[in-house]
C-alpha cells in the first residue's frame, strides 16, 4: 500500500547521488576531456586502454550481469564470475542484485507503466536515464525475485560492500593507468571518466532505444525492438526483440551472422571450460515465432485491402492461400510436438540394444530437421505473400 500526501501531479524527490554522478561526469566529459586534450594531448596507448576498459566494463555487464546473474542463460567458472564482478563494479550500475533483481521485474512487466523500472512507454528520457534520477515507486527495489543470486556469496559481498568497492575500481584502476602511462590526470580523465561515460550510455540505450527503434519479427507483444545498429553499440544486444521473447537463450543475435560479440565470447569460453550448460532455443520454436509474425503481417494488410485492390476473386484467392498457411504451421506444430513426446519418451526407457536406441534417435533427429524445414520454406511463401499484399 503506498500512502502519500504528495499531488497527484507532483514528481517524486530526485536522489541527489545520482544526479550529481551523471552530471558531473556527463560535464567532465563534454568539457575537461576535451580541453585537456588540446592543451595536453592524450597519448595512443591511453586510448587502448579506454578501449579495453569500455569492452571489460559492457562485457561484464552484457555477458556477466545480464546474461549470466539476470537471465541464468548459461554456467561460469568462479575465477570468470570474479572478473565480471569486479569489472561489472567499475561499470557503476548498482550491485548485481539491485540490477538483476530491476531487470527480471523488466522482463515480467515490460511497458507496464507502474511495475516495470524502466517502461519505454514513459518515453525516451524516462527509459534511457530518467528513471535512475527521481525516487519512483516503479524503481522500488525488491529483492524477491532473486532467491537464486541471494544463495551466491561472491554476489553478496560485492552488494554489501558496493560503494567501497565502486569508488576503490573507479579510481584504483584509472590512476594505475595512468601511472604506468606517465599521464595520471590523462588517465582520470580518459580511462576514468569519459570510459564511465560512454560505457553508461551504451548500456543504458537497451532500455531506450532498443525499445523504440528497429523491427519486432519475432513478437509484436512488447515494444522490444531488433536493430543491428544497435548491436553494435551494445556488444550485442541489440537484437532486444528476439531477446525478449527468448530471454534464456544466451545468444541475442541469433544467427550465426547476426553481431553479437557476448554470445561469441560466452560461446568461446566454453572450449577453456570456463562457461558451460549454454542455454538455446530450439530451432523450431525461433521459425514458428517467425513465422507467426508474417501471418499476422498479412492478415493485417488482408483485412485493411481497399476492395478497389483488385477483383474479388484475387483477394478470396489470397485468403485462401494464407488460410492454407494457417493449416500448414498448424500441423507441422503438432506433428513436432508428436515427435518429441516420443523422442522423450524413448529418452526414458531402458533400451537394451544400444545400435537400435541410437538408430532410432537418429531418426527422430532427422525428422525434427525435415519439420524444421518446411517452416523454413514455409517463410519463404509468406514472405511472397506479404509482397503480393503490400
Ligand atoms: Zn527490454
Ligand atoms: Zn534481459
Not at 550529481?20 to 596507448?45: C, E, K
Request: hydrophobic share 45%; proline share 4%; net charge positive.
Amino acid at each position: 500500500m503506498s500512502t502519500t500526501d504528495a499531488l497527484p501531479n507532483s514528481k517524486p524527490p530526485l536522489i541527489w547521488l545520482n544526479v550529481s554522478i551523471f552530471v558531473l561526469t556527463g560535464l567532465v566529459s563534454l568539457i575537461v576531456v576535451p580541453w585537456y586534450g588540446i592543451v595536453h594531448g592524450y597519448s595512443v596507448g591511453l586510448w587502448v586502454a579506454f578501449a579495453l576498459l569500455v569492452t571489460l566494463n559492457e562485457m561484464s555487464i552484457t555477458a556477466g550481469y545480464h546474461r549470466l546473474w539476470a537471465h541464468r542463460a548459461y554456467e561460469a567458472h568462479p575465477a570468470l564470475r570474479f572478473v565480471f564482478l569486479l569489472f561489472g563494479t567499475m561499470a557503476l550500475q548498482n550491485s548485481a542484485w539491485a540490477w538483476c533483481s530491476g531487470h527480471r521485474r523488466h522482463h515480467l512487466n515490460v511497458d507496464d507503466n507502474d511495475k516495470d523500472p524502466y517502461s519505454a512507454n514513459r518515453g525516451f528520457w524516462f527509459s534511457h536515464i530518467g528513471w535512475m534520477l527521481r525516487d519512483y515507486p516503479s524503481g522500488e527495489v525488491n529483492f524477491n525475485n532473486i532467491p537464486d543470486l541471494k544463495r551466491d556469496k561472491m554476489l553478496a559481498f560485492q552488494h554489501r560492500y558496493y560503494a567501497p568497492l565502486a569508488i576503490a575500481s573507479n579510481f584504483g584502476i584509472p590512476l594505475l593507468v595512468g601511472w604506468a602511462l606517465g599521464d595520471v590526470w590523462g588517465g582520470l580523465l580518459v580511462a576514468g571518466v569519459l570510459r564511465l561515460v560512454v560505457s553508461h550510455h551504451m548500456t543504458f540505450f537497451i532500455n531506450s532505444l532498443a525499445h523504440i527503434w528497429g523491427s519486432r519479427p519475432y513478437t509484436e507483444d512488447n515494444t522490444a525492438r531488433d536493430n543491428p545498429v544497435l548491436a553494435v553499440a551494445t556488444f550485442g544486444e541489440g537484437y532486444h526483440n528476439y531477446h525478449h521473447i527468448f530471454a534464456h537463450d544466451y545468444r541475442n543475435g541469433v544467427r550465426w551472422w547476426q553481431w553479437d560479440p557476448t554470445k561469441w565470447l560466452i560461446g568461446g569460453l566454453q572450449y577453456v571450460g570456463l562457461t558451460r550448460r549454454l542455454k538455446r532455443t530450439p530451432a523450431f520454436q525461433i521459425q514458428r515465432a517467425l513465422l507467426s509474425m508474417q501471418m499476422v503481417r498479412a492478415q493485417r494488410k488482408l483485412e485493411q485491402m481497399p476492395a478497389s485492390a483488385g477483383p474479388a476473386t484475387h483477394i478470396e484467392q489470397l485468403r485462401r492461400k494464407l488460410a492454407q498457411e494457417y493449416d500448414a504451421l498448424a500441423s507441422a506444430v503438432a506433428e513436432w510436438t508428436h515427435v518429441k513426446e516420443q523422442w522423450l519418451e524413448d529418452k526414458k526407457r531402458v533400451v537394451s540394444e544400444h545400435l537400435e536406441h541410437a538408430i532410432e534417435q537418429a531418426n527422430v533427429q532427422r525428422r525434427l530437421r525435415e519439420i524444421e524445414l518446411r517452416l523454413k520454406v514455409q517463410r519463404r511463401r509468406l514472405r511472397i505473400l506479404n509482397a503480393e499484399l503490400a
